[in-house]
Protein backbone atom coordinates (compact mmCIF):
# COMPACT_ATOMS: atom_id res chain seq x y z
CA UNK A 1 0.00 0.00 0.00
CA UNK A 2 0.64 3.63 -0.25
CA UNK A 3 3.13 5.23 2.25
CA UNK A 4 1.12 7.93 3.35
CA UNK A 5 -2.15 5.81 3.36
CA UNK A 6 -0.14 3.94 5.97
CA UNK A 7 0.94 6.32 8.04
CA UNK A 8 -1.92 8.42 8.33
CA UNK A 9 -4.77 6.01 8.45
CA UNK A 10 -7.45 5.54 5.73
CA UNK A 11 -9.64 8.67 7.54
CA UNK A 12 -7.13 10.59 5.25
CA UNK A 13 -7.57 9.36 2.14
CA UNK A 14 -10.11 11.75 0.83
CA UNK A 15 -7.75 14.47 0.26
CA UNK A 16 -5.90 12.66 -2.53
CA UNK A 17 -8.47 12.82 -4.83
CA UNK A 18 -6.65 14.08 -7.51
CA UNK A 19 -4.29 11.23 -7.35
CA UNK A 20 -7.49 9.04 -9.04
CA UNK A 21 -9.15 9.13 -11.83
CA UNK A 22 -12.88 8.56 -11.49
CA UNK A 23 -15.04 5.86 -13.28
CA UNK A 24 -16.71 8.55 -15.58
CA UNK A 25 -13.49 9.87 -16.99
CA UNK A 26 -12.32 6.23 -17.07
CA UNK A 27 -14.95 5.34 -19.09
CA UNK A 28 -14.46 8.00 -21.18
CA UNK A 29 -10.96 7.40 -21.74
CA UNK A 30 -11.61 3.59 -22.76
CA UNK A 31 -9.72 1.93 -19.40
CA UNK A 32 -13.10 0.84 -18.31
CA UNK A 33 -16.26 -0.61 -20.32
CA UNK A 34 -19.73 0.76 -19.23
CA UNK A 35 -21.59 -0.72 -16.47
CA UNK A 36 -24.39 -3.23 -17.37
CA UNK A 37 -27.69 -2.57 -15.83
CA UNK A 38 -27.81 -5.75 -14.03
CA UNK A 39 -25.69 -5.93 -11.05
CA UNK A 40 -25.55 -8.87 -8.79
CA UNK A 41 -23.13 -11.24 -7.19
CA UNK A 42 -21.63 -12.73 -10.52
CA UNK A 43 -20.16 -16.23 -8.63
CA UNK A 44 -23.81 -16.71 -7.55
CA UNK A 45 -26.11 -17.58 -4.96
CA UNK A 46 -26.98 -20.33 -2.22
CA UNK A 47 -30.19 -22.03 -2.46
CA UNK A 48 -32.79 -21.21 0.22
CA UNK A 49 -30.69 -17.73 1.03
CA UNK A 50 -31.97 -14.32 -0.04
CA UNK A 51 -31.21 -13.39 -3.43
CA UNK A 52 -31.53 -9.90 -5.23
CA UNK A 53 -29.80 -7.85 -7.93
CA UNK A 54 -30.16 -4.23 -8.47
CA UNK A 55 -30.94 -2.79 -11.91
CA UNK A 56 -30.08 0.51 -13.15
CA UNK A 57 -33.82 0.92 -14.67
CA UNK A 58 -37.26 2.11 -14.12
CA UNK A 59 -39.44 -0.52 -13.09
CA UNK A 60 -40.94 -3.29 -14.80
CA UNK A 61 -41.10 -6.97 -14.88
CA UNK A 62 -37.80 -9.61 -14.75
CA UNK A 63 -37.54 -13.17 -15.61
CA UNK A 64 -35.34 -15.91 -14.17
CA UNK A 65 -34.77 -18.97 -16.44
CA UNK A 66 -32.91 -22.00 -15.87
CA UNK A 67 -30.27 -22.45 -18.22
CA UNK A 68 -30.54 -26.31 -18.65
CA UNK A 69 -34.19 -26.41 -20.73
CA UNK A 70 -35.15 -22.74 -20.43
CA UNK A 71 -37.93 -22.87 -18.32
CA UNK A 72 -38.72 -19.59 -16.23
CA UNK A 73 -38.32 -20.53 -13.11
CA UNK A 74 -39.49 -16.86 -11.66
CA UNK A 75 -41.03 -13.77 -12.44
CA UNK A 76 -41.40 -10.76 -10.61
CA UNK A 77 -41.36 -6.78 -10.83
CA UNK A 78 -38.73 -4.35 -10.55
CA UNK A 79 -39.31 -2.16 -7.10
CA UNK A 80 -39.50 1.31 -7.93
CA UNK A 81 -36.51 2.66 -8.44
CA UNK A 82 -35.02 5.17 -5.98
CA UNK A 83 -31.62 7.83 -5.40
CA UNK A 84 -28.86 6.10 -4.47
CA UNK A 85 -27.32 9.00 -3.25
CA UNK A 86 -23.58 7.67 -3.07
CA UNK A 87 -23.40 6.72 -6.89
CA UNK A 88 -26.23 9.22 -7.97
CA UNK A 89 -28.04 7.00 -9.93
CA UNK A 90 -31.94 5.95 -9.74
CA UNK A 91 -31.88 2.08 -8.54
CA UNK A 92 -34.53 -0.53 -8.68
CA UNK A 93 -34.24 -3.53 -7.07
CA UNK A 94 -35.09 -7.31 -8.15
CA UNK A 95 -35.91 -9.73 -5.59
CA UNK A 96 -35.98 -13.27 -6.49
CA UNK A 97 -35.37 -15.00 -3.36
CA UNK A 98 -38.87 -16.85 -3.75
CA UNK A 99 -36.74 -19.46 -5.73
CA UNK A 100 -36.22 -20.88 -2.29
CA UNK A 101 -34.61 -24.32 -3.12
CA UNK A 102 -34.60 -23.83 -6.47
CA UNK A 103 -32.35 -26.80 -8.19
CA UNK A 104 -28.53 -26.36 -8.44
CA UNK A 105 -27.53 -25.22 -11.55
CA UNK A 106 -26.71 -22.06 -13.57
CA UNK A 107 -29.67 -19.77 -14.33
CA UNK A 108 -29.86 -16.51 -16.31
CA UNK A 109 -31.46 -13.12 -14.55
CA UNK A 110 -34.10 -11.03 -17.23
CA UNK A 111 -35.08 -7.39 -17.78
CA UNK A 112 -37.96 -8.37 -19.49
CA UNK A 113 -38.29 -5.11 -21.68
CA UNK A 114 -35.36 -4.50 -22.79
CA UNK A 115 -33.52 -8.25 -22.75
CA UNK A 116 -30.95 -7.55 -20.94
CA UNK A 117 -29.33 -10.42 -19.04
CA UNK A 118 -26.92 -11.99 -16.75
CA UNK A 119 -25.98 -14.90 -15.64
CA UNK A 120 -25.62 -17.09 -12.16
CA UNK A 121 -25.20 -19.95 -10.57
CA UNK A 122 -27.14 -21.61 -7.52
CA UNK A 123 -25.27 -23.97 -5.44
CA UNK A 124 -25.20 -25.12 -1.88
CA UNK A 125 -20.98 -25.45 -2.27
CA UNK A 126 -21.11 -22.40 -3.90
CA UNK A 127 -18.38 -20.21 -1.77
CA UNK A 128 -16.28 -23.47 -1.20
CA UNK A 129 -13.83 -22.92 -4.19
CA UNK A 130 -13.80 -18.97 -3.30
CA UNK A 131 -12.81 -19.96 -0.28
CA UNK A 132 -9.80 -22.43 -1.15
CA UNK A 133 -8.95 -19.54 -4.07
CA UNK A 134 -8.45 -16.66 -1.29
CA UNK A 135 -6.59 -18.59 1.09
CA UNK A 136 -4.23 -20.32 -0.94
CA UNK A 137 -3.56 -16.80 -2.13
CA UNK A 138 -2.19 -16.30 1.31
CA UNK A 139 0.33 -19.09 0.04
CA UNK A 140 1.08 -17.44 -3.23
CA UNK A 141 1.89 -13.91 -1.24
CA UNK A 142 4.62 -16.16 0.79
CA UNK A 143 8.41 -14.72 1.07
CA UNK A 144 11.61 -16.22 1.46
CA UNK A 145 10.59 -19.97 -0.60
CA UNK A 146 9.79 -20.67 -4.47
CA UNK A 147 5.81 -20.30 -4.56
CA UNK A 148 4.10 -22.06 -7.45
CA UNK A 149 0.70 -23.19 -8.80
CA UNK A 150 -1.87 -23.51 -11.56
CA UNK A 151 -5.09 -21.34 -12.01
CA UNK A 152 -7.17 -21.31 -15.15
CA UNK A 153 -4.62 -23.17 -17.02
CA UNK A 154 -1.78 -21.14 -16.58
CA UNK A 155 0.96 -21.11 -14.15
CA UNK A 156 2.26 -19.25 -11.55
CA UNK A 157 5.59 -19.14 -10.36
CA UNK A 158 8.54 -17.43 -8.52
CA UNK A 159 11.90 -18.96 -7.20
CA UNK A 160 13.10 -17.97 -3.81
CA UNK A 161 12.90 -14.21 -2.87
CA UNK A 162 14.70 -12.20 -0.01
CA UNK A 163 16.69 -15.03 1.13
CA UNK A 164 18.62 -12.57 2.70
CA UNK A 165 16.06 -10.88 5.16
CA UNK A 166 17.16 -8.65 6.90
CA UNK A 167 19.83 -6.27 7.52
CA UNK A 168 19.81 -5.08 11.44
CA UNK A 169 21.74 -1.57 10.40
CA UNK A 170 18.54 0.51 12.66
CA UNK A 171 18.77 -1.76 15.07
CA UNK A 172 21.97 -1.28 16.32
CA UNK A 173 24.23 -3.85 14.55
CA UNK A 174 25.29 -2.38 11.08
CA UNK A 175 25.91 -4.82 8.44
CA UNK A 176 24.54 -8.07 10.61
CA UNK A 177 21.33 -9.68 9.14
CA UNK A 178 19.33 -11.29 11.12
CA UNK A 179 17.01 -14.41 10.67
CA UNK A 180 13.83 -12.39 8.96
CA UNK A 181 13.49 -14.77 6.45
CA UNK A 182 9.65 -16.05 5.32
CA UNK A 183 6.03 -14.34 6.41
CA UNK A 184 4.11 -13.15 3.86
CA UNK A 185 4.67 -9.80 1.20
CA UNK A 186 2.34 -7.38 2.82
CA UNK A 187 0.41 -6.59 -0.68
CA UNK A 188 1.42 -5.01 -4.14
CA UNK A 189 4.90 -4.64 -2.57
CA UNK A 190 7.48 -6.81 -0.73
CA UNK A 191 7.75 -5.47 2.59
CA UNK A 192 6.17 -7.27 5.88
CA UNK A 193 4.72 -5.19 8.43
CA UNK A 194 3.94 -6.70 12.15
CA UNK A 195 0.87 -4.46 12.60
CA UNK A 196 -0.98 -5.47 9.28
CA UNK A 197 -0.12 -9.04 10.27
CA UNK A 198 -1.92 -8.69 14.00
CA UNK A 199 -5.29 -7.82 12.26
CA UNK A 200 -5.14 -10.50 9.81
CA UNK A 201 -3.77 -13.63 11.59
CA UNK A 202 -6.37 -11.98 14.27
CA UNK A 203 -9.51 -12.31 11.93
CA UNK A 204 -7.97 -15.67 10.33
CA UNK A 205 -7.83 -17.43 13.64
CA UNK A 206 -11.19 -15.95 14.43
CA UNK A 207 -12.64 -17.59 11.37
CA UNK A 208 -11.20 -21.18 12.64
CA UNK A 209 -12.76 -20.36 16.03
CA UNK A 210 -16.44 -20.12 14.44
CA UNK A 211 -15.92 -21.93 11.76
CA UNK A 212 -12.83 -24.62 12.28
CA UNK A 213 -14.54 -28.15 11.30
CA UNK A 214 -15.77 -26.50 7.79
CA UNK A 215 -12.41 -25.03 7.28
CA UNK A 216 -10.60 -28.11 7.87
CA UNK A 217 -12.57 -29.91 5.40
CA UNK A 218 -11.06 -27.97 2.80
CA UNK A 219 -8.21 -29.10 0.89
CA UNK A 220 -5.87 -25.52 -0.24
CA UNK A 221 -3.84 -27.08 -2.57
CA UNK A 222 -0.66 -25.65 -0.93
CA UNK A 223 2.52 -28.21 -0.32
CA UNK A 224 2.24 -29.68 2.89
CA UNK A 225 5.32 -27.56 4.40
CA UNK A 226 3.77 -28.90 7.69
CA UNK A 227 2.06 -32.49 7.72
CA UNK A 228 0.68 -32.27 11.52
CA UNK A 229 -1.64 -29.18 10.71
CA UNK A 230 -4.84 -28.78 8.91
CA UNK A 231 -3.63 -27.04 5.69
CA UNK A 232 -5.10 -23.72 6.92
CA UNK A 233 -3.50 -23.44 10.20
CA UNK A 234 -0.09 -24.54 8.36
CA UNK A 235 -0.28 -21.53 6.12
CA UNK A 236 -1.29 -19.91 9.11
CA UNK A 237 2.30 -21.19 10.62
CA UNK A 238 4.41 -20.18 7.91
CA UNK A 239 3.79 -16.14 8.70
CA UNK A 240 4.06 -16.95 12.93
CA UNK A 241 7.35 -18.69 12.40
CA UNK A 242 8.02 -14.96 10.90
CA UNK A 243 6.78 -12.96 13.25
CA UNK A 244 8.61 -15.06 16.02
CA UNK A 245 11.81 -14.01 13.96
CA UNK A 246 10.94 -10.60 14.95
CA UNK A 247 10.97 -10.61 18.80
CA UNK A 248 13.92 -9.24 20.23
CA UNK A 249 15.67 -10.84 23.01
CA UNK A 250 14.32 -8.13 25.96
CA UNK A 251 10.39 -9.26 24.10
CA UNK A 252 9.85 -6.10 22.29
CA UNK A 253 8.91 -6.80 18.87
CA UNK A 254 10.27 -5.36 15.54
CA UNK A 255 7.85 -2.80 13.54
CA UNK A 256 8.66 -3.91 10.24
CA UNK A 257 11.02 -5.71 7.26
CA UNK A 258 11.46 -3.29 4.45
CA UNK A 259 13.30 -1.83 2.14
CA UNK A 260 14.04 2.13 2.41
CA UNK A 261 11.66 2.72 -0.73
CA UNK A 262 8.66 0.83 -2.63
CA UNK A 263 10.64 -1.06 -5.42
CA UNK A 264 10.28 -1.44 -9.12
CA UNK A 265 6.94 -3.57 -10.61
CA UNK A 266 9.59 -6.78 -10.81
CA UNK A 267 8.76 -10.40 -9.20
CA UNK A 268 10.13 -10.89 -6.43
CA UNK A 269 12.55 -12.91 -6.80
CA UNK A 270 14.07 -9.96 -9.37
CA UNK A 271 13.95 -7.78 -6.34
CA UNK A 272 17.51 -7.24 -5.00
CA UNK A 273 16.83 -3.95 -2.70
CA UNK A 274 18.69 -3.97 0.40
CA UNK A 275 15.89 -4.80 3.35
CA UNK A 276 16.12 -3.61 6.72
CA UNK A 277 14.52 -4.28 10.08
CA UNK A 278 12.82 -1.32 11.64
CA UNK A 279 13.16 -0.54 15.50
CA UNK A 280 10.15 -2.04 17.82
CA UNK A 281 6.92 -0.54 18.67
CA UNK A 282 4.23 -1.34 21.04
CA UNK A 283 1.23 -1.87 18.70
CA UNK A 284 3.37 -4.18 16.87
CA UNK A 285 4.56 -5.64 20.44
CA UNK A 286 0.92 -5.65 21.54
CA UNK A 287 -0.45 -7.47 18.91
CA UNK A 288 2.59 -10.08 18.44
CA UNK A 289 1.45 -10.50 21.93
CA UNK A 290 -2.30 -11.12 20.82
CA UNK A 291 -1.21 -13.13 18.10
CA UNK A 292 1.13 -15.98 19.79
CA UNK A 293 -1.88 -16.23 23.18
CA UNK A 294 -4.36 -17.10 20.43
CA UNK A 295 -1.38 -19.52 18.40
CA UNK A 296 -0.63 -20.82 22.17
CA UNK A 297 -4.24 -22.15 22.18
CA UNK A 298 -5.04 -23.02 18.68
CA UNK A 299 -1.84 -25.26 17.88
CA UNK A 300 -2.03 -26.97 21.37
CA UNK A 301 -4.02 -30.12 19.92
CA UNK A 302 -1.41 -30.62 16.75
CA UNK A 303 1.50 -29.39 18.14
CA UNK A 304 2.27 -29.00 21.97
CA UNK A 305 5.82 -27.59 21.42
CA UNK A 306 5.19 -24.93 18.91
CA UNK A 307 2.27 -23.78 21.35
CA UNK A 308 4.45 -23.73 24.31
CA UNK A 309 7.25 -21.32 22.48
CA UNK A 310 4.21 -19.04 21.15
CA UNK A 311 2.78 -18.57 24.55
CA UNK A 312 6.54 -17.93 25.69
CA UNK A 313 7.01 -15.72 23.09
CA UNK A 314 3.51 -14.07 24.23
CA UNK A 315 4.13 -13.54 27.96
CA UNK A 316 7.87 -12.38 27.22
CA UNK A 317 6.37 -9.45 25.18
CA UNK A 318 3.19 -8.92 27.79
CA UNK A 319 6.04 -8.12 30.33
CA UNK A 320 7.77 -5.57 28.56
CA UNK A 321 4.55 -4.15 27.83
CA UNK A 322 3.82 -3.91 31.56
CA UNK A 323 7.09 -2.34 31.89
CA UNK A 324 6.82 0.12 29.26
CA UNK A 325 3.22 1.45 29.27
CA UNK A 326 3.79 4.69 26.94
CA UNK A 327 2.43 4.73 23.72
CA UNK A 328 5.80 4.00 21.84
CA UNK A 329 5.63 4.79 17.86
CA UNK A 330 8.16 2.64 15.88
CA UNK A 331 11.50 5.11 14.12
CA UNK A 332 11.36 5.13 10.93
CA UNK A 333 12.43 8.37 9.12
CA UNK A 334 14.46 6.99 6.95
CA UNK A 335 11.75 4.81 5.22
CA UNK A 336 9.25 6.17 3.01
CA UNK A 337 7.49 2.59 2.99
CA UNK A 338 3.98 1.61 5.21
CA UNK A 339 4.09 3.24 8.52
CA UNK A 340 1.50 1.45 10.16
CA UNK A 341 1.90 3.58 13.25
CA UNK A 342 -1.14 3.88 15.14
CA UNK A 343 -2.20 4.34 18.92
CA UNK A 344 -1.40 0.82 20.72
CA UNK A 345 -4.73 1.20 23.21
CA UNK A 346 -6.89 -1.02 20.97
CA UNK A 347 -3.73 -3.46 20.43
CA UNK A 348 -2.81 -3.81 24.36
CA UNK A 349 -6.66 -4.46 25.11
CA UNK A 350 -6.57 -7.10 22.50
CA UNK A 351 -2.80 -8.42 23.78
CA UNK A 352 -4.93 -8.47 27.70
CA UNK A 353 -7.77 -10.32 26.04
CA UNK A 354 -5.65 -13.12 24.10
CA UNK A 355 -3.24 -13.95 27.03
CA UNK A 356 -6.16 -14.18 29.37
CA UNK A 357 -8.02 -16.29 27.39
CA UNK A 358 -5.53 -18.58 26.95
CA UNK A 359 -3.74 -18.42 30.41
CA UNK A 360 -6.90 -17.61 32.73
CA UNK A 361 -4.23 -15.33 34.83
CA UNK A 362 -6.54 -13.26 37.30
CA UNK A 363 -3.53 -9.92 37.14
CA UNK A 364 -3.97 -9.68 33.20
CA UNK A 365 -7.94 -10.30 33.43
CA UNK A 366 -7.60 -7.06 36.08
CA UNK A 367 -6.06 -5.16 33.44
CA UNK A 368 -8.10 -6.14 30.75
CA UNK A 369 -11.23 -5.22 32.18
CA UNK A 370 -9.93 -1.47 33.27
CA UNK A 371 -9.17 -1.20 29.57
CA UNK A 372 -12.77 -2.66 28.53
CA UNK A 373 -14.37 -0.45 31.12
CA UNK A 374 -12.77 2.46 29.41
CA UNK A 375 -13.51 1.83 25.50
CA UNK A 376 -16.63 -1.06 25.56
CA UNK A 377 -18.07 -0.53 22.50
CA UNK A 378 -17.79 -2.42 19.45
CA UNK A 379 -17.21 -0.78 16.33
CA UNK A 380 -18.89 -0.73 13.21
CA UNK A 381 -15.72 0.53 10.84
CA UNK A 382 -12.46 -1.38 11.86
CA UNK A 383 -9.30 -2.51 10.35
CA UNK A 384 -5.82 -2.31 10.91
CA UNK A 385 -5.81 1.07 13.27
CA UNK A 386 -8.15 -0.58 15.45
CA UNK A 387 -8.01 -3.93 16.69
CA UNK A 388 -10.04 -3.59 19.62
CA UNK A 389 -13.04 -5.58 18.55
CA UNK A 390 -11.32 -8.92 18.50
CA UNK A 391 -9.95 -7.77 22.21
CA UNK A 392 -13.94 -7.25 22.84
CA UNK A 393 -15.38 -10.59 21.26
CA UNK A 394 -12.30 -12.65 22.83
CA UNK A 395 -13.60 -11.53 26.36
CA UNK A 396 -17.47 -11.52 25.58
CA UNK A 397 -17.50 -15.11 24.38
CA UNK A 398 -15.12 -16.50 26.96
CA UNK A 399 -15.88 -19.34 29.20
CA UNK A 400 -13.64 -18.75 31.72
CA UNK A 401 -14.80 -17.80 35.36
CA UNK A 402 -14.08 -14.82 37.09
CA UNK A 403 -15.50 -11.98 34.48
CA UNK A 404 -17.37 -8.65 35.34
CA UNK A 405 -21.18 -9.99 34.72
CA UNK A 406 -21.80 -5.90 34.20
CA UNK A 407 -18.97 -5.09 31.76
CA UNK A 408 -20.05 -8.22 29.26
CA UNK A 409 -23.69 -7.08 29.41
CA UNK A 410 -22.08 -3.71 28.24
CA UNK A 411 -20.36 -5.72 25.46
CA UNK A 412 -23.18 -7.37 24.70
CA UNK A 413 -25.35 -5.02 24.23
CA UNK A 414 -22.79 -2.55 21.81
CA UNK A 415 -21.96 -5.70 19.96
CA UNK A 416 -25.60 -5.82 18.97
CA UNK A 417 -25.97 -1.93 18.33
CA UNK A 418 -23.20 -2.19 15.85
CA UNK A 419 -24.68 -4.97 13.91
CA UNK A 420 -28.02 -3.51 13.47
CA UNK A 421 -26.11 -0.15 12.31
CA UNK A 422 -24.46 -2.39 9.80
CA UNK A 423 -27.71 -4.19 9.10
CA UNK A 424 -29.48 -0.55 8.79
CA UNK A 425 -26.71 0.31 6.17
CA UNK A 426 -27.57 -1.85 3.69
CA UNK A 427 -30.47 -2.27 3.97
CA UNK A 428 -30.86 1.92 3.36
CA UNK A 429 -28.32 1.39 0.17
CA UNK A 430 -29.29 1.28 -3.17
CA UNK A 431 -26.47 -2.29 -3.60
CA UNK A 432 -27.34 -3.24 0.07
CA UNK A 433 -23.81 -2.47 0.51
CA UNK A 434 -23.26 -3.12 4.69
CA UNK A 435 -20.66 -0.17 5.09
CA UNK A 436 -23.38 2.46 3.38
CA UNK A 437 -21.57 5.30 2.01
CA UNK A 438 -18.68 5.20 3.61
CA UNK A 439 -15.24 5.23 0.77
CA UNK A 440 -11.73 4.97 1.61
CA UNK A 441 -8.19 3.16 1.22
CA UNK A 442 -8.90 -0.46 1.66
CA UNK A 443 -13.26 -0.37 2.21
CA UNK A 444 -13.81 -3.97 0.09
CA UNK A 445 -11.61 -4.75 2.88
CA UNK A 446 -14.13 -3.03 5.72
CA UNK A 447 -16.97 -4.79 3.91
CA UNK A 448 -15.36 -8.14 4.26
CA UNK A 449 -14.75 -7.98 7.47
CA UNK A 450 -17.66 -6.53 9.09
CA UNK A 451 -18.92 -10.53 9.02
CA UNK A 452 -17.00 -10.67 11.99
CA UNK A 453 -19.37 -8.45 13.99
CA UNK A 454 -22.62 -9.94 12.41
CA UNK A 455 -21.49 -13.25 12.77
CA UNK A 456 -21.21 -12.72 16.31
CA UNK A 457 -24.52 -11.15 16.61
CA UNK A 458 -26.21 -14.02 15.00
CA UNK A 459 -23.98 -16.63 17.80
CA UNK A 460 -25.81 -14.08 20.43
CA UNK A 461 -29.00 -13.45 18.86
CA UNK A 462 -29.94 -16.45 16.19
CA UNK A 463 -31.13 -13.42 14.40
CA UNK A 464 -30.73 -14.82 10.39
CA UNK A 465 -30.46 -10.86 9.35
CA UNK A 466 -27.35 -10.66 10.73
CA UNK A 467 -26.07 -13.80 8.55
CA UNK A 468 -28.02 -12.36 5.66
CA UNK A 469 -26.27 -9.04 5.59
CA UNK A 470 -22.86 -10.93 5.37
CA UNK A 471 -24.33 -12.32 2.07
CA UNK A 472 -25.33 -9.02 1.18
CA UNK A 473 -21.93 -7.61 1.74
CA UNK A 474 -20.30 -10.69 -0.23
CA UNK A 475 -22.76 -10.14 -2.99
CA UNK A 476 -21.14 -6.36 -3.32
CA UNK A 477 -17.68 -8.03 -3.31
CA UNK A 478 -18.67 -10.27 -6.25
CA UNK A 479 -20.95 -7.75 -8.44
CA UNK A 480 -23.57 -6.63 -6.48
CA UNK A 481 -22.09 -2.92 -6.93
CA UNK A 482 -21.95 0.65 -9.25
CA UNK A 483 -19.57 -2.04 -11.46
CA UNK A 484 -21.38 -4.87 -11.97
CA UNK A 485 -17.85 -6.59 -11.18
CA UNK A 486 -16.07 -8.93 -9.04
CA UNK A 487 -13.43 -7.13 -6.96
CA UNK A 488 -11.66 -10.42 -6.60
CA UNK A 489 -9.11 -11.21 -9.15
CA UNK A 490 -10.22 -14.91 -10.81
CA UNK A 491 -13.69 -14.84 -9.34
CA UNK A 492 -16.58 -13.85 -10.60
CA UNK A 493 -17.97 -11.88 -13.68
CA UNK A 494 -14.99 -9.72 -15.48
CA UNK A 495 -12.65 -9.51 -12.07
CA UNK A 496 -9.68 -6.99 -11.82
CA UNK A 497 -7.10 -8.06 -14.73
CA UNK A 498 -4.60 -5.21 -13.57
CA UNK A 499 -4.38 -4.86 -9.66
CA UNK A 500 -1.48 -3.04 -8.10
CA UNK A 501 0.50 -5.83 -7.57
CA UNK A 502 4.21 -6.08 -8.03
CA UNK A 503 4.25 -10.12 -8.80
CA UNK A 504 0.97 -10.20 -11.19
CA UNK A 505 3.12 -7.15 -12.99
CA UNK A 506 6.18 -8.20 -12.96
CA UNK A 507 5.81 -12.23 -14.20
CA UNK A 508 5.54 -13.54 -17.43
CA UNK A 509 1.72 -14.54 -17.24
CA UNK A 510 -0.70 -12.16 -18.77
CA UNK A 511 -3.79 -13.24 -16.09
CA UNK A 512 -3.26 -11.34 -12.43
CA UNK A 513 -2.27 -13.76 -9.66
CA UNK A 514 -5.67 -15.57 -8.45
CA UNK A 515 -8.01 -15.28 -5.05
CA UNK A 516 -7.52 -11.26 -4.11
CA UNK A 517 -9.80 -8.52 -2.77
CA UNK A 518 -8.86 -5.06 -4.43
CA UNK A 519 -9.22 -1.97 -2.55
CA UNK A 520 -12.05 -0.35 -3.91
CA UNK A 521 -14.31 3.09 -5.02
CA UNK A 522 -11.84 5.85 -3.23
CA UNK A 523 -12.57 8.40 -2.17
CA UNK A 524 -15.88 8.24 -3.87
CA UNK A 525 -18.20 4.86 -4.81
CA UNK A 526 -17.68 5.36 -8.56
CA UNK A 527 -13.99 5.57 -8.31
CA UNK A 528 -12.11 3.18 -9.03
CA UNK A 529 -10.52 1.91 -12.36
CA UNK A 530 -8.94 -1.63 -13.20
CA UNK A 531 -5.93 -0.07 -13.34
CA UNK A 532 -2.19 -1.36 -12.39
CA UNK A 533 -1.31 2.91 -11.48
CA UNK A 534 -4.09 3.36 -9.70
CA UNK A 535 -3.00 1.63 -6.32
CA UNK A 536 -5.31 4.00 -4.09
CA UNK A 537 -8.29 1.50 -5.45
CA UNK A 538 -6.55 -1.35 -7.33
CA UNK A 539 -4.03 -2.39 -4.58
CA UNK A 540 -4.45 -6.07 -3.04
CA UNK A 541 -3.31 -6.83 1.29
CA UNK A 542 -3.33 -9.40 3.28
CA UNK A 543 -5.52 -7.55 5.48
CA UNK A 544 -8.15 -7.69 3.08
CA UNK A 545 -7.85 -10.71 1.91
CA UNK A 546 -8.04 -12.33 5.74
CA UNK A 547 -11.29 -10.17 5.82
CA UNK A 548 -12.56 -11.91 2.69
CA UNK A 549 -11.38 -15.12 4.08
CA UNK A 550 -13.57 -14.70 7.18
CA UNK A 551 -16.43 -13.68 5.03
CA UNK A 552 -16.34 -16.99 3.10
CA UNK A 553 -16.23 -19.35 5.94
CA UNK A 554 -18.82 -18.19 7.22
CA UNK A 555 -20.84 -19.29 4.03
CA UNK A 556 -18.92 -22.87 4.09
CA UNK A 557 -21.45 -24.86 6.09
CA UNK A 558 -25.12 -24.36 5.18
CA UNK A 559 -27.13 -21.71 7.01
CA UNK A 560 -30.17 -23.13 9.40
CA UNK A 561 -33.40 -22.57 8.46
Request: charged content about 25%.
Amino acid sequence: MWALQRQLGVGVIAFFVVAGVSAALAEERGDEAAPPAIRLNTVGYLPGQPMAATVAKDAGPFQVRRLADGAIVWEGQLSPPRLNADTGEKLATADFSGLGMAQEGDYEFLVTESGERVRFRIAADLYRDPFRLATRAMYLWRCGTPVHGEHAGQHLEHGPCHMDDALLDFVGQPGVRGPMTGGWHDAGDYNKYVVNAGVTVGVMFRAWDDFGPAIEAVELDIPKTEPRLPDYLAELKWELDWLLSMQADDGSVYHKVSAKNFGGMISSDKDADPRYVIPWSSAATADFTAMMAQAARIYMPYDGEFAADCLDAAERSHAFLLAHPQDHAAEQKEFQTGGYNAPDADDRLWAAAELWETTGDAAVLLKLEKRIAASANVDVDWDWPNLKNLGLLTYLFSEREGRNAELVERVRKSLIAAADEIVAASKAHGYARPLGKKYYWGCNGTVARQAVVLQAAYRLTGDQTYRYTILDGLNHLFGRNYFGRSFVTGLGERPPLHPHDRQSEGDAVDAPWPGYLVGGANPGATDWTDRMEDYRTNEIAINWNGALIYALASQLASIPE
